[in-house]
Structure formats: structure tokens, C-alpha cells
């Protein structure tokens, strides 16, 4: 199930970056998902030293990505760092509609500092 425009905007209103494609429907992981990062631009949770780049678009992020795909009625966020997960600060958590989805990836973001690994910080 594809991620409606409306629910990806909410965080593109926040500064957030969402991915321009979804992930193709036969993905293992995140079928018709989206990825969506904070770059080190916008004022939120971050861990010190994390540094990632945002496609071609030259964009630092400085906290791990999320994940945002559907699965049934379900609405799936995900955040995979570590191979083998889990490890610290990675996560999965379903939820039974878009506004649950949407709360726990701005409260990843902008919330809770706690809720990223180790090291984590408000900045």
C-alpha cells in the first residue's frame, strides 16, 4: 500500500527529508515504504558525530533514518541500523493509523531525546 502525499508532507513541513520514490511494492523489508531523515540543519534529537549523506542532494542528516511502509491495515515504523539487529536505538513499531505513525516519527525527531542510541542529545 503506497504512503498517502498528505501523511509524507507532514514531515516535509518539520524540514524533515522524505524519499522522492517509494521502495518498489515486492521490497523484502519495506514494501512501497518511504525513508525519511533529519538533516543537521534542523533543530531536533541527533547523536553526536552521526553523519550521513541524503542521496544525491548533498544533505548531512546527524540522526538515523526511519522507515515508513504499510503492511494490511497496519502502519509500520522502522528504524534498522545495525547488522545483526537489533542493536541500540533500533526499533519497531506498528500502529493502527497514520496520525499514531506520524506522532512516533516527529517524537523520534523532535521529541523523546532518549529514544535514540547511546550517545544521543537534543541539539
Known amino acids: 500500500m503506497l504512503i498517502p502525499l498528505s ?3 507532514c514531515f516535509l513541513e518539520r524540514g524533515l527529508v522524505v524519499s522522492d ?3 518498489v511494492a515486492q521490497h523484502i523489508a519495506f514494501p512501497n515504504g518511504h525513508v525519511i531523515g533529519k538533516p543537521r540543519s534542523v533543530p531536533g534529537n541527533c547523536i ?3 553523519e ?3 542521496s544525491d542532494r548533498k544533505i548531512v542528516l546527524d540522526a538515523p533514518t526511519v522507515f515508513l511502509h504499510r503492511e494490511g491495515s497496519e502502519w509500520v515504523v522502522t528504524v ?3 547488522i ?3 542493536g541500540p536505538g533500533d526499533f519497531v ?3 493502527a493509523t497514520s496520525e499514531d505513525a506520524i506522532t512516533d516519527i516527529l517524537d523520534y525527531f523532535f521529541g523523546a531525546p532518549m ?3 547511546s550517545g544521543r542529545r537534543t541539539g
Open 7 to 9: 501523511v509524507l508532507n
Open 21 to 23: 520514490k517509494p521502495f
Open 48 to 50: 553526536p558525530g552521526y
Open 52 to 54: 550521513c549523506y541524503w
Open 80 to 82: 534498522h541500523e545495525h
Open 84 to 86: 545483526p539487529s537489533p
Open 93 to 95: 513499531n506498528r500502529h
Open 115 to 117: 529514544r535514540m542510541a
